[in-house]
C-alpha cells in the first residue's frame, strides 16, 4: 500500500490519514457518538446505528440453543460464543482471552491505566461510559433492581443476580480439587488459595502472609491492639466479627457439635475435633527443642515461650511481663482488687480459683500433702515445699545486719524488725505492741484466758 498510514500502537495500516485518526479512537477509548437513548457511546457512527436497533423491537435474528433474538446476524455471531466458549481475540500482555474484540479493547485498559470516562462528583475514572453511569448511582442513591424475594434493592443487575442465589442455594462454581461449590467465582478464586497455598497480603510489621485481604486486616489489629466487635451482653471486645459470634454462643448456650464419647456439647465442628484428640490421645504438635507433644497448636505456640522466654502480654500498670493473655488478665486483679471467687462457708473472696480451692482445706482439715522426710502433712504444695528447707537447710535469704539466713524473704522481713524496733502490731487492750503478729495473738490470750493446749 503506496504512502500508507501505519497505526503506532497495533501496526494496522491505512490509506488515508482520516482513516487513521477514526481507528485511533479504539486505543484511546474516544467515544464521540451517543445513544439518545441510554447514552452509550461509539467510537464509530456505523456502531451507533446498529446498536439502535437494540432498542427497536426489530429482532429477526434468533439463537438455536436459547431463542434469544437479535437486530443483526454479526450480533447473533457473537452471541453464539456464550455457548460454544470460543474466545478468538487474546491478549498480547497477559494472555487472557476474550470472546469480543469490545472487550479486549477494554481489557487493554487495565494495562494501559487508561480511564477517560471522569465521575463530575468524586473525580473517579472509568474504562467506560456504562460503568460511569452505573457508579454515579453510588451519589445518586439510585438502585433500579430490587429482589422479588426480599425486596431488598440494588444499583447493578449484577449485584441483584448474586444476591438472589441466596434464596436460589445456587452454587454454580465448584472448585475442581476439593468440589466445594461457591455463588461467586471471586469467592471460588480466594477459596483456591488454601490448596495452592498462595499468600499474595504480606503484613508490613511481622512479614506474615494471608490468602485473603480481610485476614491480613483483622491481623494487623493484633499489632494494633484494635477490638472494634464488643458484645452487647458482657462488654467483652473482640478483633474479628466471626470471633464475636463465636462468644455468643457462651451466652446462648448454643452447642450444636456433640461429642459421641462423652456427649460433652461445642459451638464448632473444629473445637469438637480438637476435643476428639483427649479421647484418641492424638497430639500432632511435637516441640522442636524438648520433644514435648501437644493435641492443640496453640497449646504448643504457648509453650515455645517457655524456651524463647517471651512474654508478649505487659501489665499496664505495674509493667510486669506474662507469657499468656490469660494468666496477664488474673495478675491484673491484684490491682483492681477483684475478688470473684467467694467460699461459701466464711465468705472470704479469692482472686484465683486455685486460691479457694487451698483455702477450703481449712474448713474440712484437709492436707493432702505429706513431706517423705518427716510425715508432716500441708494444706497446699507451696507450704510444703517452704517446710522441706527445714530439712535441707537452705536458707537463700541472708540478714545484711547479723547475716542470718531465712528459707523465706517474708521470714528476713519479719527478723529485720528485731533490728529496727519497729512493731506494727498492737494489741487493741493494753496497747502493747509486736513485731511479729504471732506474737500479737499469743498476748491476747493473756486478756481472753484461752488455754488452746490442754
Known amino acids: 500500500m503506496e504512502n500508507a498510514e501505519k497505526c503506532d500502537m497495533c501496526d494496522r495500516e491505512f490509506s488515508r490519514d482520516s482513516d487513521l485518526k477514526i481507528h485511533m479512537r479504539t486505543h484511546i477509548g474516544d467515544k464521540p457518538y451517543y445513544c439518545g437513548v441510554c447514552g452509550k457511546g461509539f467510537s464509530y457512527i456505523s456502531n451507533l ?74 473525580g473517579k475514572g472509568f474504562t467506560h461510559h456504562g460503568n460511569l453511569q452505573i457508579h454515579m448511582r453510588t451519589h445518586t442513591g439510585d438502585k433500579p433492581h430490587d429482589c422479588d424475594v426480599c425486596g431488598k434493592r440494588f444499583s447493578q443487575l449484577g449485584a441483584l443476580q448474586r444476591h438472589m442465589r441466596i434464596h436460589t442455594g445456587d452454587k454454580p462454581f465448584d472448585c475442581d480439587v476439593c468440589g466445594k461449590g461457591f455463588s461467586e467465582q471471586g469467592t471460588l478464586h480466594k477459596h483456591s488459595r488454601i490448596h495452592t497455598g498462595n499468600k499474595p497480603y504480606i503484613c508490613d510489621v511481622c512479614g506474615k502472609g494471608f490468602s485473603h485481604p480481610g485476614n491480613l486486616q483483622t491481623h494487623m489489629r493484633i499489632h ?86 517471651d512474654k508478649p ?37 479469692f482472686s484465683y480459683p486455685g486460691n479457694l480451692q487451698t483455702h477450703m482445706r481449712i474448713h474440712y482439715d484437709e492436707k493432702p500433702y505429706d513431706c517423705n522426710i518427716c510425715g508432716k502433712r500441708f494444706k497446699s504444695h507451696s507450704s510444703l515445699q517452704r517446710h522441706k528447707k527445714i530439712h535441707t537447710g537452705d536458707n537463700p535469704h541472708d540478714c545484711d545486719v547479723c547475716g542470718k539466713g531465712f528459707t523465706h524473704h517474708g521470714n528476713l522481713q519479719r527478723h529485720m524488725r528485731t533490728h529496727t524496733g519497729d512493731k506494727p502490731h498492737d494489741c487493741d487492750v493494753c496497747c502493747k505492741r509486736f513485731s511479729q503478729l504471732g506474737n500479737l495473738q499469743r498476748h491476747m490470750r493473756t486478756h481472753t484466758g484461752d488455754k488452746p493446749y490442754d
Do not use: W
Not at 436497533?53 to 460464543?81: D, W, Y
Not at 497430639?283 to 524456651?307: N, T, Y
Not at 494468666?327 to 462457708?345: A, E, F, M, Q, W
Open 49 to 122: 446505528q446498529n446498536h439502535m436497533r437494540t432498542h427497536s423491537a426489530k429482532k429477526p435474528n434468533f439463537c438455536e440453543v436459547c431463542g434469544k433474538g437479535f437486530s443483526r446476524v454479526g450480533l447473533l455471531q457473537i452471541h453464539m460464543r456464550t455457548h460454544t466458549g470460543d474466545k478468538p481475540h487474546d491478549c498480547n500482555v497477559c494472555g487472557n482471552r476474550f470472546s469480543q474484540h469490545s472487550s479486549l479493547q477494554s481489557h487493554m485498559r487495565t494495562h494501559t491505566g487508561d480511564n477517560p470516562y471522569d465521575c463530575d462528583v468524586c
Open 224 to 309: 494494633y491492639d484494635e477490638k472494634p466487635y464488643d458484645c452487647n451482653i458482657c462488654g467483652k471486645r473482640f478483633k474479628s466479627h466471626s470471633s464475636l459470634q463465636r462468644h455468643k454462643k457462651i451466652h446462648t448456650g448454643d452447642n450444636p457439635y456433640d461429642c459421641d464419647v462423652c456427649g460433652k456439647g461445642f459451638t464448632h465442628h473444629g473445637n469438637l475435633q480438637i476435643h476428639m484428640r483427649t479421647h484418641t490421645g492424638d497430639k500432632p504438635h511435637d516441640c522442636d527443642v524438648c520433644g514435648k507433644r501437644f493435641s492443640q497448636l496453640g497449646a504448643l505456640q504457648r509453650h515455645m515461650r517457655i524456651h524463647t522466654g
Open 313 to 349: 502480654f505487659d501489665c499496664d500498670v505495674c509493667g510486669k511481663g506474662f507469657s499468656e493473655q490469660g494468666t496477664l488478665h488474673k495478675h491484673s486483679r491484684i490491682h483492681t482488687g477483684n475478688k470473684p471467687y467467694i467460699c461459701d462457708v466464711c465468705g472470704k473472696g
